[in-house]
């Protein structure tokens, strides 16, 4: 079993920062990939950035140039830089670890940016 928390949601104005992060535990070896994903009202989950195990990283177009994801493997967390936040980045963002070809999900943390 692998158990993922997160942190560091909030309200920030829009252009702000704020970083997330998602510690893992457990199990957490054989990991395939993690991504940071995020679920706006009335909208379905969507993909924010990914990083697999080779180390290449995936972004989603909007949020390219902003935000940045890294892992620190020593401290088995995964983050999530996000610089010139907009109101339409206001979501529940969720980390995903698959591991050994299993998906395992943080509980969420809300991000909201104000104009």
């Known amino acids: 079993q692998v158990q993922l928390v997160e942190s560091g949601g909030g309200l920030v104005q829009a252009g702000g920062s704020l970083r997330l992060s998602c510690a893992a535990s457990g199990s957490i070896f054989s990991i395939n990939a993690m991504g940071w994903y995020r679920q706006a009202p009335g909208k379905q989950r969507e993909v924010v950035a990914n990083i697999f195990s080779g180390g290449i990283t995936n972004y989603a177009d909007a949020v390219k140039g902003r935000f940045t994801i890294s892992r620190d493997n020593a401290k088995n967390t995964m983050y999530l830089q996000m610089n010139s936040l907009k109101p339409e980045d206001t979501a529940i963002y969720y980390c995903?670890?698959?591991?050994?070809?299993?998906?395992?999900w943080g509980q969420g943390t809300q991000v909201t940016v104000s104009l």
């Open positions: 995903n670890f698959m591991v050994r070809w299993r998906d395992y």
